[in-house]
């Protein structure tokens, strides 16, 4: 036997081989069989070469891969990973090898126009991008299904796409491309405009998560309060949810380990929700700042560009262009440059394009150690007890995460893991001069550990947790609170038990509105009525409510009059920083986001809120939302291509601040393109008991049957089993 693939009644991927390497080869050629056209947007989004099939509107994402230099940091990380780890980096060049025998299948059994489409656009690299759901200008929307090899494609034949070939670097830059904005350095931009226009203690009033971050609910229950007698670890992570989906349910077997989990598409392993039998373990974002931006003085000299360093001298920087190719345009040349600091991603020499004297780089630890984290990846899959987990993940780099673990001996581990700089305070929550001294990186944080609460139970949901020291902004504490709440609320647990938590729609965060609304007098009779009908809601934001769509039109209301507040004026006005950064720069979501802090303010700089928030209720009184939450709160899944306008996906549950995470932007939509990326039960009695689901489904092929057949079940809150005895699959074969 070398590989052996299988599937379950959900066309989930069961792999088993003889060693690790041709496990990772079977894991490549199962992903190139099931998302090669998410493979393909991913390669080209990580080597900024999207536009070239994709057109303007992915340009400004390969603009920012360019100048930040994605590609090259993951070729470095990859030269470095087989100097210091070459066990590590050959299952990395096996896993590759899969990938590219999976695409070649695909290449010679496709369709003519598949076939016959170039093979993609010759970068600066000899290899061939696509803006992703982060800072994304991308359209969402369903895919026109077109016929490759006997299946239904979701976008070779309508983009003339062909697919290219991966190098072994390609996972690492994927990771990068998925990861490189997690952290949100681009708040930094933010707050140095909220300084600038209302004073340094006017950022605490919009330190929260908002709609460019990623985040993820939890949970870990110690045997002494499941019925088993041992550990339940559950949770979701929450993302933009994309279609194909951004997780990979997937099961790895071999004589080493057997190994069932969630895998990033285009990486191999099992990197953030895995089960190995005897130990599993799970991980939400620490919500770290571990990315610095430096405010550069930029030169052009005879010889190319210098920029001023912090001992007063001027030192050459690293320049050269790159023509980036556009699908119907005329090419266009990109200029990148580094200096000692990092990539400058933002302006240079004479400033941005509307003149603004500002050229920035950033400073990352991939770039400054070539390291990201591989080396921990082979280790996890091995691992059999917590303090396995625990030493993997000493070698773990980005995104940095708080990381819950059990074993079946009752071993528990809750730690924050990555690589954070120490530096001075000011590098973690504004732009610093790169010209003066004493914003230099010292060496690295020692990663937090903590341990459970005295009644045997760890919540992270980002919080402000172990992670706190490392941090600038976290979320509220209200999906901690409430989960924590509702575990409190009975004895024992068990796996079927979960879903009740993951489903949990109360929105404590209404209650500033509310109690602010609750004082108003003198209203209509109408508006009297609406503040009537909220203030003996339940504060569930379930689907079926139309309570919950009046509170969602009310709050809408308030965000935008309180944006429209000439206080505020001044921070919808930021200078013309790329596209890709943008969306940490919008007033609006920042507003709505900040809502609860600028209720509670004793003072916000003169604003009537009381008059603002009743001029907000007659108006939503004289105009209210028709239907329910769920008929304005849809879901949005990102897609790499247009939509088709006719469709119309389905209403959810839930809000930002709910346990049931589904982020709409109050003010701008209500609808959701951030939620529930995946849920999962890891029983550590019994692996068998475990349960998951996916937005979608495990195929990211339009028109198979598994492309969204656990839709419902997602809707819904239920899971689906996970099924790891091979006499219960069904062996598949490439015939």
């Not at 405010?295 to 210098?306: Q, S, V, W």
């Not at 879903?499 to 209404?510: E, V």
């Not at 943008?582 to 507003?591: E, T």
Request: charged letters at 25%.
């Amino acid at each position: 036997m070398s590989a052996e693939r299988y599937r379950d009644a959900w066309g989930i991927p069961h792999l088993r081989a003889d060693n690790v390497d041709e496990l990772a080869r079977a894991q490549g050629r199962v992903t190139a069989r099931d998302r090669a056209w998410q493979l393909e947007v991913e390669r080209h989004r990580a080597q900024g070469t999207s536009a070239s099939f994709l057109g303007t509107a992915a340009l400004p994402w390969d603009r920012f891969a360019r100048r930040a230099r994605l590609a090259d940091t993951a070729r470095r990380c990859f030269t470095a990973l087989e100097e210091r780890d070459p066990e590590t980096a050959t299952w990395v060049r096996a896993y590759v090898d899969g990938v590219n025998e999976g695409l070649e299948r695909l290449r010679r059994t496709a369709a003519p126009e598949c076939r016959t489409a170039a093979t993609g656009v010759t970068g600066p690299t000899g290899s061939t991008g696509v803006t992703g759901p982060t800072g994304s200008t991308g359209v969402t929307g369903p895919t026109e299904p077109t016929t490759v090899a006997g299946n239904r494609s979701s976008g070779f034949a309508r983009t003339g796409l062909a697919p290219g070939r991966w190098e072994p670097w390609t996972p690492l830059g994927v990771w990068l491309a998925t990861h490189v904005l997690f952290a949100g350095f681009p708040a930094k931009l933010w707050r140095e405009q909220v300084v600038e226009h209302l004073g340094p203690e006017a950022v605490a009033l919009f330190a929260t998560d908002g709609p460019g971050t990623a985040g993820s609910n939890g949970w870990l229950v110690s045997g002494e309060r499941t019925v088993t007698g041992h550990a339940l670890i559950a949770g979701d992570p929450h993302r933009f949810v994309e279609d194909p989906g951004v997780y990979q349910q997937i099961h790895l077997s071999c004589p080493e380990f057997d190994v069932v989990g969630l895998a990033v598409p285009g990486v191999p392993g099992i990197a953030h929700f895995g089960h190995a039998g005897p130990v599993a373990w799970a991980i939400t974002n620490a919500m770290a700042d571990y990315q610095d931006l430096y405010r550069e003085r930029l030169r052009r000299t005879g010889a190319g560009i210098e920029a001023l360093g912090p001992d007063g001298g001027w030192h050459r920087a690293a320049r050269h262009t790159e023509r980036v190719q556009v699908a119907g345009e005329e090419d266009i040349e990109v200029e990148v440059i580094e200096t000692d600091r990092g990539p400058v991603i933002a302006g240079g020499p004479e400033g941005l394009d509307d003149g603004t004297p500002v050229a920035l780089s950033l400073r990352c630890p991939p770039r400054v150690t070539g390291d990201l984290g591989f080396s921990a990846l082979l280790p996890l899959l091995r691992a059999r007890r917590v303090a396995d987990v625990d030493r993997a993940l000493d070698a773990w780099a980005e995104p940095v995460n708080v990381v819950q673990a059990a074993d079946t001996e009752g071993g528990l581990l809750h730690r924050v893991a990555g690589r954070v700089p120490v530096r001075a305070e000011a590098n973690r929550t504004r732009l610093v001069p790169a010209w003066e001294p004493g914003h230099a990186w010292q060496g690295w944080h020692e990663p937090p550990r903590a341990g459970l609460t005295g009644d045997g139970i760890a919540v992270m949901a980002n919080q402000r947790g172990p992670a706190a020291p490392l941090g600038v902004e976290f979320a509220p504490p209200h999906r901690a609170d409430r989960i924590a709440e509702l575990l409190a609320g009975k004895d024992r647990w068990s796996a079927a038990d979960m879903p009740a938590i993951h489903t949990d729609t109360h929105l404590a965060s209404a209650g500033p509105l509310l109690d602010r609304l609750a004082a108003l007098d003198d209203l209509t009779p109408g508006a009297d009525a609406l503040r009537g009908r909220l203030l003996a809601w339940d504060r569930r934001m379930d689907a079926a409510s139309t309570e919950a769509a009046e509170y969602a039109a009310l709050r809408s209301a308030v965000v935008r009059r309180l944006a429209a507040e000439p206080v505020f004026a001044p921070l919808a006005e930021a200078p013309a920083y790329p596209e890709v950064l943008q969306p940490w720069l919008a007033l609006l979501p920042r507003i709505a986001f900040a809502l609860e802090h600028l209720l509670r303010a004793p003072d916000l700089y003169g604003v009537d809120r009381t008059a603002l928030i009743r001029a907000a209720a007659e108006e939503v009184a004289a105009g209210p939302p028709s239907g329910t939450w769920g008929e304005r709160h849809r879901l949005a899944p990102w897609r790499a291509l247009p939509a088709d306008p006719a469709s119309e996906e389905p209403g959810l549950s839930g809000d930002h601040d709910c346990v049931l995470c589904t982020s709409a932007v109050p003010g701008l939509t209500d609808r959701a393109a951030r939620g529930p990326a995946a849920r999962y039960v890891w029983d550590l009695a019994d692996r068998g008991a475990s349960r998951w689901v996916v937005p979608l489904g495990a195929s990211g092929v339009p028109g198979s049957p598994h492309h969204r057949d656990q839709l419902p079940l997602w809707l819904t809150g239920a899971l689906v089993p996970v099924v790891t005895d091979f006499d219960q699959l069904t062996e598949e074969t490439d015939d």
